[in-house]
């Protein structure tokens, strides 16, 4: 079983920066796909943005251009560089991890944009 522990989320103010870390132990083969999930109050859980084993990339048009996703094979961690936030990131960040035939989930952390 793979378990996931993600850390950097916190409070920033509009148009600031905050960098999110999840690494995964446990039983790992191999992990083939790495990514970031929110999910704002009162909204469904949506797509930030995914990194597969070839470290292509895919991001959600609201955070193009702002976020950045990034992992290190190595030590099994995944990164995502957050950038000129706005108040409407504001929600609970869940990474998410490919691994065999399952799919695993963080606990969640909370970002809070606002002045």
């Known amino acids: 079983q793979v378990q996931l522990v993600e850390s950097g989320g916190g409070l920033v103010q509009p148009g600031g920066s905050l960098r999110l870390s999840c690494a995964a132990s446990?039983?790992?083969?191999?992990?083939?796909?790495m990514g970031w999930y929110r999910q704002a109050p009162g909204k469904q859980r949506e797509l930030v943005a995914i990194?597969?084993?070839?470290?292509?990339?895919n991001y959600a048009d609201s955070v193009k251009g702002r976020f950045t996703i990034s992992r290190d094979n190595a030590k099994n961690t995944v990164d995502l560089q957050m950038n000129s936030l706005k108040p409407e990131d504001t929600a609970v960040y869940y990474c998410?991890?490919?691994?065999?035939?399952?799919?695993?989930w963080g606990q969640g952390t909370q970002v809070t944009v606002s002045s």
């Open positions: 998410n991890v490919v691994s065999g035939a399952r799919a695993y």
């Open positions: 990194i597969t084993n070839s470290r292509s990339t």
């Open positions: 446990g039983t790992i083969f191999r992990i083939y796909t």
